[in-house]
T-cell receptor, first 117, second 113 residues
């Protein structure tokens, strides 16, 4: 069964510190992996998208890594800010026929990050 | 450029009633996706519309339905509401069906009393 597991479920860190969020998946065959940030009461916003051939992708202070062999991804946040407090969702897209497009996305339950001053 | 807009922001209904949620995609986007985000659960895919046609649906009962209009806006209808339908309903749009990037709206919070 295709699954995406994220850890930890929640995390509290001090402003300015770094942190790493984990994503393990069992989706196969695999097309791409995405990380989204979802602020409370808002829709998810894409941070990074990686295909199976990419190992790392950066977006400012956010760096995602992917190990397709072990089916693991991580999101590293550098020098955290109060505005980083949000839920971070890992999403894996199976390799589907074109007529299914991105509709079989497998979403993790997210990691809730709280950054305190 | 305006993002994906959803209305209403909040909707309160009672069991057995019907709810209609609306979504306007980003200008130029033809594909619209609907998701349910229940408390403590990941997003679950509901429906996908492209060029006015329903292209795929998730594992939800038939009382969840919708349509896409000629201007590519979409509405989601939920009939015979049940308590477990309480959730955040998110709409996303993409430039074309194979686009990797889905842009999300801020959702409609549906509460069933």
């Amino acid at each position: 069964k295709n699954q995406v597991e994220q850890s930890p479920q929640s995390l509290i860190i001090l402003e300015g510190k770094n942190c790493t969020l984990q994503c393990n998946y069992t989706v196969s065959p695999f097309s791409n992996l995405r990380w989204y940030k979802q602020d409370t009461g808002r829709g998810p916003v894409s941070l990074t998208i990686m295909t199976f051939s990419e190992n790392t992708k950066s977006n400012g202070r956010y760096t995602a890594t992917l190990d397709a062999d072990t089916k693991q991804s991580s999101l590293h946040i550098t020098a955290s800010q109060l505005s980083d407090s949000a839920s971070y969702i890992c999403v894996v897209s199976p390799k589907n026929p074109p007529d299914q497009a991105g509709t079989a996305l497998i979403f993790g339950k997210g990691t809730t990050l709280s950054v305190s001053s | 450029e305006a993002g994906v807009t959803q209305s209403p922001t909040h909707l309160i209904k009672t069991r057995g009633q019907q709810a209609t949620l609306r979504c306007s995609p980003i200008s130029g986007h033809t594909s619209v996706y609907w998701y349910q985000q229940a408390l403590g659960l990941g997003l679950q895919f509901l429906l996908w519309y492209d060029e006015g046609e329903e292209r795929n649906r998730g594992n939800f009962p038939p009382r969840f339905s919708g349509r896409q209009f000629p201007n590519y806006s979409s509405e989601l209808n939920v009939n015979a509401l049940e308590l477990e339908d309480s959730a955040l309903y998110l709409c996303a749009s993409s430039l074309k069906p194979t686009s990797l990037a889905q842009h999300f709206g801020d959702g409609t919070r549906l509460s069933i009393l």
